[in-house]
Each structure stands twice: as C-alpha cells, then as structure tokens.
C-alpha cells in the first residue's frame, strides 16, 4: 500500500484508536499550528498536494479492506486553504464513497461543508475561542467560532477535539466548558481530550509565542513529568486534574467522551476515542 496506510500512533503506547486507515491527501499544513505534532517528523511546511496522489489511491483501494474506515487526515489536515481550488480531499472522498469505504473527517479547516454527504462522520478541533491565542497558536486556521459555525451547518455524526489542553494557556475550566456548550448546541455528540505533549520542535514554537509561560512549562514538563514513547507528559496527577472535570462537564450535557494517549480508562466514556463509533451511529 502506497497512500492508504493502517494508523500508526507514532510510538504512542498510550493510543486507544480503533484499526483505520490514515490517509493524506496533502503533506505539510498551511494551519502551522505551533504545538502540531507531525512536524518533527514530517517538517513545517504549507500544504501541497501529494505526487500522483489519486493515481497511488486507485492502486491502493483495489487491496484494502472496505471493512476498515478511513481517516482524514492525522498529520497534514485535509482542509487547508488550496483545497478550495484544488478538490482533492473532495476528488478523494468520492472515489473512496464510490468504492464502498466509511470516512471519519479530523480537520480545523471549515471547507468539509461543501462536501457535505461525501464523508460519514467529522471531527472538527477546537482548542480555545480566545482570539490572543488561537491567533498565535493556530495562525493558518480559520477562527474557532468559523469551524464550529460550519460543523453546525452539516447534519452527519459530529463531534470535537479538545486537543491541545496547554497548562496555563487554554485550561481554563470555565473556558474550556464554554466550548463544549457550544459544540453540543451545535450538534456534537462526542468530544476527545487530550493534554499537550512535548517534543523539542514543538516546545520551541511555543516559548518563542509565549515566552511568559516557559519557565513554568520547563518546571511542568521537563522538572516534574516523564517522557512517555517519544514525548514528554505532564505529570499524571495534573493531566487527570484537568481531564476529569471535562469528562465530566462533556457527560452532564449529553456528549460522550475519550481522551487521546492519556491513559487513565476509567475516565473514557464512549465507544472509540477518535470518533469512528459516530460512522456507524449514522
Ligand atoms: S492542523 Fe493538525 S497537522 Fe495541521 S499544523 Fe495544525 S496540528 Fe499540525
């Protein structure tokens, strides 16, 4: 297989994900999240289209397993602003549509509406609705209230991401609830949580944004957390402090809820954590 590629977590020992396939129809993300993930491995670069993407994609969909649902995309969105012009998430959904597969859109882009009907269920990301900071954070991406205002206008099986929590920056309690409110007006039925995890590129975007935050963030991460498969947690006590109230908060309005890579099992109260489960509720 050549663009159609079982998950892999990364060295991720704590990842709970259900067998899928991952699937990027770009490489690199015009998003340039400072805390993006896939950028130790991949680079920071904006978003291009793969070499003879579609054609690898027809090569490969012929040997996959149907049973077997699609996500787009983990490390490179499929939602970036070409993607207007260029249609190729759109070209991709409907030869995979056509071909009998299930799709689980993860995006921070607000484009899937048009393609709306193409996909099976959609996950949409939202760390903050706080402008001083989504603006630095998230500097390539629609604003938070545009991707929440778009998973409201789509009537498939939706849900949101919480992720990053950032200690200091965006884990408000009051704020974070906020955000879940609206999701869940807005048609959400299940929400993952995930802490924000350290690797040395990352870490660096995010002094160099908020030079403020970096010494308790060294003391958090590098002082009293651990290194858990290529990244560096905060300590279990601070992440289940954070986590479980939302738990919490996401289960009183109604929503299921995971967290991404934290462990901590009694704390999942849904049928997968990245969202596959809303597939097959359709
Ligand atoms: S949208 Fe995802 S892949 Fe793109 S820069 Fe942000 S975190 Fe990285």
Known sequence: ???LRLFDPWRGPLCTCPKKY???PYTGCSHFC???????????KPSKPKNNFISRLLSDIKKADKRIPVELSTSSDPYPPIEENLALTRRTLDILKRAGFKTLITTKGTGFT?????FDALMVTVTTLDKDIYSKMEPGAPSPI???????????GKGIRVDPIIPLLND??????????IARDYGASHVVFSTYKVKPDNFKRMV????????EWRELYFKEGYRIGGYRYLPAKIRRKILEPLVEEATRLGMSAALCREGFQDLHRAKSCDGTHL????
Request: charge should be positive; include cysteine.
């Open 1 to 3: 297989m050549n663009v």
């Open 22 to 24: 991952s699937l990027h």
């Open 34 to 44: 400072l805390y993006c993930y896939a950028t130790s491995y991949l680079g920071r």
């Open 114 to 118: 048009r393609d709306e009907g193409l």
């Open 146 to 156: 545009k991707r929440l205002e778009a998973m409201n206008s789509v009537k498939t």
């Open 172 to 181: 408000d309690l009051g704020a974070l609830r906020e955000i879940l409110r």
């Open 208 to 215: 160099e944004a908020f030079p403020e935050l970096e010494k």
């Open 279 to 282: 597939i097959r509720e359709r």
